[in-house]
């Protein structure tokens, strides 16, 4: 696995707050970045399986890549009830997911761990799904 680390960039040249939900997410055309309230990495149930992923492991690089093998492999691929405004202790309590609440539960996995991450995300226009 390549981990590659990458420059900050200035994502945020979003002006407009909008509400999806009872989520408050800044809006840029159709690009969003969801705030930190999905990823409940302090949530007992996250913490201990974050705990129980990366106990042997003894490098940065070996967490991340037990957490991601972690979210690929075992998390099924699927849609939650709940759509896309699903905390990750959700997604960890469904096992179900598809990129979004997976990308959720990866970024609240590897917060759990000390491991410095963040999320960009953006909407496919519903019109692109509809047979």
């Given at each position: ?22 989520i ?19 949530h ?77 995300c ?10």
């Open positions: 696995m390549r981990i590659t680390k990458l420059k900050h960039n200035k994502v945020s040249q979003l002006k407009e707050w909008v509400n999806i939900g009872n408050k997410v800044i809006s840029a055309r159709r690009n969003v970045e969801i705030r930190q309230i999905l990823s409940d990495f302090d007992p149930s996250i913490v201990d399986k974050a705990n129980e992923l990366t106990g042997s492991t003894n490098s940065t690089e070996e967490k991340i890549e037990a957490i991601f093998q972690f979210v690929r492999d075992d998390i099924k691929f699927g849609f939650p009830p709940k759509w896309d405004i699903v905390k990750a202790s959700e997604v960890l309590d469904y096992a179900l997911g598809y990129c979004n609440p997976k990308a959720t539960l990866f970024l609240a996995l590897l917060r759990a761990t000390n491991i410095s991450a963040r999320i960009h953006g909407l496919i226009d519903i019109q692109i799904i509809i047979i």
